[in-house]
């Protein structure tokens, strides 16, 4: 069998299969939340995000069986992206996703809420533990190997309190965000500070310049939980600054729109769907036209966003693309 065969064999595309695949749920189960929202505030009498759930469900458990597969078949591929100075950002997708689900799935059954939140906030503290036990006992880390995906430890902190508060857990909750919230601010200056100072980002990584969108918008949202549903000045401190982040890279389109599509896209969907999630709250709060015009276009922009990324992937999936050695 020649190389190219061979890197499409099961067996190889199993070893191959990259930890970020588990950024799809992030972006499912985000859009399934937004549209919870969307349904309870404008009354609709339709529910897409019942099928959401069950898709954003189902399509976890079957990354998550193969991940497990590549674990036992292929381990020394597990701990070589655990090891990579980019890659092992993305190993918190796993507990992110449980804890959205958990958030997705309170309005239908808490005691399944409580079981998914109850794993996905234990597993990620433990992410966050070793990642930054990682980071700082380090002697390969070089200011090129920064990037926004290093949010993602620390967004799955923030999103903690979302569930935790309405299962009754607020002392719980306060930890998490507080973790979260008190290293995102010295991450977001190491990050401009590799934007201003140092050479961009790979152009396959850029679409994950909007992750940098994900901890303001859900920090206002985990703020709101926390001072159930009062809208203060940090709120609007949070929300406002989301919204700057999220002018500033669609000022930014042009960059965006030369992309060949790859798995990276799929970092504009949840902090997208944060971001609709914030702007339906901040809607319903403040009221007004601009937050009336505003959660629409960004919903439509977000079932728009959705529909091409699992378009798109279906598509590299079925053509050998997706878990390739790279």
Same mark, same amino acid.
């Given at each position: 069998?020649?190389?190219a065969?061979?890197?499409? !064999? ?7 299969m990259?930890?970020?695949?588990f950024?799809?749920?992030?972006g499912? /189960?985000?859009?399934?939340?937004a549209?919870e929202?969307? +349904?309870?505030l404008?009354?609709?009498?339709i ?8 898709? /954003?469900a189902?399509? @976890?458990g079957?990354i !998550?069986?193969a991940y497990l ?11 070589? +992206? ?6 092992? /950002?993305?190993?918190p997708?796993m &507990?992110i ?18 079981a998914?939140?109850?794993v996905? /906030?234990v *597993? ?15 002697e390969? @880390?070089q ?6 995906a ?5 967004v799955?902190?923030?999103l ?13 909750s306060?930890?998490y965000? &507080?973790v979260?919230l ?5 991450l977001?200056a ?10 961009m ?9 909007f992750?940098l969108? !994900?901890p303001?918008a859900?920090?206002?949202? *985990?703020?709101?939980?926390l ?6 000045d940090?709120?609007?401190?949070? @929300?406002?600054?989301?919204?700057f ?6 000022f930014?389109?042009?960059?965006f ?9 799929? !970092? @504009?969907?949840?902090?997208?769907a *944060? ?6 709250i901040m809607? +319903? ?12 276009v960004l ?7 959705i529909?091409?990324?699992l378009?798109?992937t279906?598509?590299?999936?079925l053509r050998g +693309? ?5």
């Amino acid at each position: 069998m020649n190389s190219a065969a061979s890197q499409h !064999a099961p067996h190889n595309r199993l070893a191959h299969m990259p930890i970020s695949l588990f950024a799809i749920v992030m972006g499912l /189960s985000g859009t399934t939340i937004a549209f919870e929202r969307i +349904e309870h505030l404008w009354s609709w009498t339709i529910h897409p995000s019942t099928l959401l759930l069950i898709l /954003s469900a189902g399509i @976890y458990g079957l990354i !998550a069986f193969a991940y497990l597969s590549k674990f036992l078949r292929y381990r020394s591929e597990v701990i070589g +992206e655990f090891n990579h100075p980019i890659r092992i /950002s993305f190993f918190p997708t796993m &507990s992110i996703g449980l804890l959205l689900l958990a958030i997705a799935s309170l309005q239908y059954s808490p005691s399944i809420a409580l079981a998914l939140w109850s794993v996905g /906030s234990v *597993a990620q503290l433990l992410f966050t533990l070793l990642i930054l036990s990682t980071w700082i006992h380090h002697e390969r @880390y070089q200011v090129q190997h920064s990037n926004p995906a290093w949010f993602i430890p620390i967004v799955g902190n923030i999103l903690v309190p979302v569930a935790g508060v309405p299962l009754g857990f607020p002392e719980i909750s306060w930890f998490y965000f &507080s973790v979260g919230l008190m290293m995102w601010t010295p991450l977001l200056a190491v990050l401009f500070n590799r934007f201003f100072f140092h050479p961009m980002v790979p152009a396959k990584l850029l679409p994950t310049l909007f992750i940098l969108i !994900a901890p303001p918008a859900v920090g206002c949202i *985990a703020w709101l939980k926390l001072h159930h549903g009062v809208l203060d000045d940090v709120a609007r401190i949070l @929300y406002y600054f989301g919204l700057f982040i999220t002018l500033l890279l669609f000022f930014q389109w042009r960059h965006f729109a030369r992309l060949s599509f790859a798995l990276p896209w799929w !970092a @504009y969907s949840f902090p997208l769907a *944060a971001m609709t999630i914030a702007s339906s709250i901040m809607l +319903e709060k403040v009221g007004g036209t601009f937050f009336a015009i505003l959660t629409p276009v960004l919903l439509g922009l977000l079932s728009i966003l959705i529909v091409v990324l699992l378009f798109n992937t279906s598509r590299a999936m079925l053509r050998g +693309e997706i878990c390739v050695p790279e």
